[in-house]
C-alpha cells in the first residue's frame, strides 16, 4: 500500500532543512565601514549599518528562490562599534557577505576569531615602598582607572574593598550592568559589564549555560583586576604560603571589568566591543591578558581595537603569550602596545624533609595538604622508573634521583604508586608547575639531595623521616630570571619592532580567587582559596598596568608611547646579584632582550626616565606603509580614509633595537649596514648632556653619532643615528647588547636593547 505525505509537511520539512542549512553556513564576521559613505539621510552609524543589512538580506533573498528562509536585519547584526572600528558585527552566510561586498561603504571584512587567555609580594620585589617613590609620589595611582578585559570579577572579594579611596571620578561615564553580583560596585570597582553577543551568535546553544552578568566564573579576571588595582588585604596568604598583606600595584586606583572571556568561548567581537565601550567610559590603561596567534595587524582585531586606544590617549598593557621557549611564538607584536614577558620573584615556595638523625633539609614545594610530624620509612628508589616496583614500597617516602631529565615521569610514577611522599633530587632549576603536585613532594638540588641520600645509606633500613609544608622563603637569588613558557620575539607580525617590551612578575603571583571556585585539588578533595597562585603573561600584564597607571598619575600629560619608553628604558637588565638576568627556557644563560624585552621593570626608576622615545600616530602609519599595507587595509586599522605614506619606514622611533642579517646566498659574507634614526625628548632638568655607551657585540660593530647629546632646555628634541655593520647572514644567530645614555651630573642612564639576528623577519599573512 502506497503511502501519500500530505503538501504541507514536504514544505515544512524543506524550510527546516534550508533554515538549518543557513544556520549553519553562518559565520560571524566584522566588518569595516567606510563612514564618510554614510548617506546623509542615516541620522547615526547605526541606522546606516542596519540598512545596509537589510538590502543584502533582500538582494540574497533574489538571488536565492528557493530560500524561503527569512531574517531581519536587527537579528543579523551583533554590534555597532563606535571607537574602536567604523563598521559592526554581524552573523552573515557566504551569499551575505559576497552581498555586502558590493555595498557602499564597505572596506573589509575579518573573520570572527577565537581568543585566548595567557594563563602580595610582588611590589615589595619591584621596590615600591610607603617612604619614596612611585607609590607615595603617584598617591598610589589615585584616581587613574584601569580597565581590564576579561573572566569578570568577584566584587564581595576584600581586595575590591573602597578604604581610604575617595569619590568616583567626576568624568567617569561607566556603570554596573544588572545581574548577579554587580550590586557590589563601590567607589574602588566602579564599573563592570559584560559581552557575549557574538559567542551567542556563533553558538545559540550556550544560552543554556551562560550566565548573563559580569560574575567571574572562572577566577582570572579576579586574579588580573586584583593584581594591577586591589586594594589593601591583610593576612592574605596561599594555605599559608606567601603570607603577608594582598595589594596591586597601584592600590587606589579604580577598577572597571569588562567581561568578554567566558567557560564557552571567547570571541573578538565581544572582546573589541568591550573595548570599545571602555575607551567611551574613559578608561585611563586598559590590561588585555589575552591574545591572537598567526594573524597580520589589519587583521588582528587586538591591534585594531587598541589603536583606537591610543588616538584617545589610553595606555594599553598585553600579555606576550605562554608559547615559551621557543622563538617567534608571541603574540600581541602590536607596536602601539606594551607587550609584557613574565619573570619570577625573589620568593620559594619550601617543604622541609625532617631526618631521623635530627638533620632538616630544605626544599622546593606548594603542596597544600596537612604536614605530619610522624616519621615514617624513607627510601631511595634510583630513577623511579618501575611503577611497579614503586607500588610494592607501601606507605613510605620514597626518593627519586632525577636522570636523563625524566623529572616529570617521575612525579608522575610517583603519583600513581600512591606511596605516602616523593622526595626528588634534581638539578632542574625549573620547577614552578612540578612542586604544585597534588601528592606530598618535596624537590631538592643535589647538594641538598646528597645528604639525604647518605641518610638513607647509613641508617640502612631504620630511615625514617616527615615532611613538613608551607614554608616561604624571600630574598632568593639570583631573581628575577626569565620563565620558560613566556613567548619569545620576533613578533611574526611586526618584526622590525623588537618585542617583547618589558618583563614583570608573572611566576606564582598571589593575587584575589572567587571563594566557590576550587584552587586545588588533595586526595580527591577540592579546597578553596580567597588568594591562589597562578603563573602566566597573563599575570605580569597586570603588573605593567598598574605600573603605568603609578606614571599616569604623576605624569598625566605623557602619551601612551612616553610611558611605554620610561618603562622600557629604565628597567634592569642585571638581576639581585647584579650579573645579566638569565632565562630558564635557555639552560639558564643570560636572557636575550626576545625573551624579556628591555628588561625587569622598575617602577621608581620609570618616574624620571630622563629621556623619552615618543611616537605619534603617523609614525605608526609610517611603518603600516613600511609593511607595504594597502590603502585599504592601513585604513581598517587607523579607521581613517587620509592615510598619508609618503614617507614608509619600518624604522619606528622605539626604545629598541632589532636588525635582521638573514641574506644567506653566495654572497652572504658582504658586509652591510642597517642605520636607525631616533629621537629624544628631555623630559629632566633644563641643561644636560648625555654621553652614549654601547656594549660590545659578536659580530657585528655598533656606532652612535653624534656619541653626545646636549640639551638646554626641558622638552628639548635631539636626534642621533645608531648604525650596525654586519655580513649579510650572520654566523652567531643571535646575538645581543645594550645602547646607555648615560648623564653623569644626574646619575640617569637611559637604556635601549639592541639585537641583531640571522632570524626570519617574514611577516605573518
Sequence with gaps: MASHIPLYVCLLFFFISNLASTLAESEN????????AKPKAFSGHHEWYVSTLASVLETTKLRTTTNTTSFSSSSKLIY??????????????????????????????????????????????????????????????????????????????????????????????????????????????IGAQFFNKGLIAKNPNVTKTINNSTRDTDGHGTHTSSTAAGNYVQGASYFGYAPGTARGLAPKARVAMYKALWDEGALTSDIIAAIDQAILDGVDVISLSLGIDGVPLYADPIAIATFAALNKGIFVSTSAGNEGPFLGTL???IPWVLTVAAGSMDRDYNGVVNLGNGGSILGLSLFVGNSSSNQIPIVFMDACDKIKELREVGYKIVVCQDKNDSLSDQVSNVDKAK???????TNNTDLEFLIQATFPAIFLNPKNGEAVRDYIKSSESQAKASLVFKKTTLGIKPAPTASSYSSRGPSPSCPFVLKPDILAPGSLVLAAWPSKIPVANVGGSQLYSNFNLLSGTSMSCPQAAGVAALLKAVHPE???????????????????????????????????????????????????????????????????????????QIQVITNSVSNNCSNPSLDLNYPSFIAFFNANDSNSNLKTVQDFHRTVTNVGEGQSTYVASVTPMKGVQVSVTPGKLVFKEKNEKQSFKLSITGPRFLKEGLVFGYLRWVDSASKRVVSSPIVATSLSSETVS
Design 29 to 36: 564576521y566584522i566588518i569595516h565601514m567606510d563612514i564618510s
Design 80 to 189: 555597532s562599534y563606535t571607537h574602536v572600528i567604523d563598521g559592526f558585527a554581524a552573523s552573515l552566510s557566504p551569499s551575505e557577505l559576497e552581498a555586502l561586498k558590493s555595498s557602499s561603504g564597505y572596506v573589509s571584512s575579518i573573520r570572527d576569531l577565537p581568543v585566548k587567555a595567557d594563563t602580595t609580594h610582588s611590589s615589595e620585589f619591584l621596590g615600591l615602598n610607603s617612604k619614596t617613590g612611585a607609590w607615595p609620589v603617584s598617591n598610589y595611582g589615585q584616581d587613574v582607572i584601569i580597565g581590564l578585559v576579561d573572566t569578570g570579577i568577584t566584587p564581595e572579594s576584600e581586595s575590591y574593598n573602597d578604604n581610604g579611596l575617595s569619590e568616583v571620578p567626576s568624568r567617569w561615564k561607566g556603570k554596573c550592568e544588572s545581574g548577579s553580583g554587580t550590586s557590589f560596585c563601590n567607589k574602588k570597582l
Design 331 to 333: 603574540h600581541n607584536g
Design 419 to 425: 606511596v605516602a611522599a616523593g622526595v626528588f633530587i
Design 558 to 632: 605623557w602619551s601612551p608611547a612616553a610611558i611605554r619608553s620610561a618603562l622600557m628604558t629604565t628597567s634592569d637588565a642585571l638581576d639581585n646579584t647584579l650579573s645579566p638576568i638569565t632565562d630558564l627556557g635557555d639552560d639558564n644563560n643570560p636572557a636575550s632582550p626576545l625573551a624579556i624585552g628591555a628588561g625587569h621593570i622598575n617602577p621608581n626608576k620609570a618616574l624620571d626616565p630622563g629621556l623619552i622615545y615618543d611616537v605619534n600616530s603617523q609614525d605608526y602609519v609610517n611603518v603600516l606603509c613600511g609593511l607595504k599595507y594597502s590603502m585599504s
